[in-house]
């Protein structure tokens, strides 16, 4: 079984750069989050993947089996670029296919036009880095 980190993100277009922004716990509330779960479980489970809510802004994402896919944390997303840093492997078209499907249903869902807030029009997913991978992007990203 494979396991990934999902949490919900606010993305913006700016110029010829996609960014990701995250929502700080209590933002977003636990009802609203349970909903677009709901409302993403169909196009998980059309690919045997099972989408739970964990806990504010912390989702699952399991796998029947180990996925051959690199993913980005949050945390290194944040802000920058993501094109640079979408999933990356054997399946990245798949996971692209997936993003791209969850964005458009989120940007209709009827809980972003209720919520006053910032649209939640995308989610994003990933695994716990390596000990390596930690320690090349802090190599990278040291100032």
Avoid at 49 to 72: A, G, K, N
Avoid at 78 to 104: D, F, H, I, Y
């Amino acid at each position: 079984m494979d396991h990934f980190h999902v949490a919900p993100v606010h993305l913006v277009a700016d110029w010829d750069v996609l960014r990701l922004f995250q929502f700080e716990q209590g933002e977003i509330p636990i009802e609203i989050q349970q909903q677009l779960i709901e409302l993403l479980l169909p196009l998980f489970e059309e690919e045997g993947m099972l989408l739970q809510f964990q806990s504010d802004l912390c989702w699952q994402l399991q796998l029947p089996s180990r996925e051959p896919i690199q993913t980005t944390p949050i945390d290194w997303a944040t802000g920058g670029n993501l094109l640079s840093v979408m999933p990356q492997g054997e399946n990245q078209l798949r996971w692209k296919k997936l993003l791209n499907e969850a964005q458009m249903m989120l940007h209709s869902a009827a809980v972003n036009q209720q919520s006053g807030q910032l649209a939640i029009n995308g989610i994003w997913v990933w695994r716990d880095p390596s000990l390596v991978d930690k320690m090349r992007h802090w190599w990278r990203n040291r100032r």
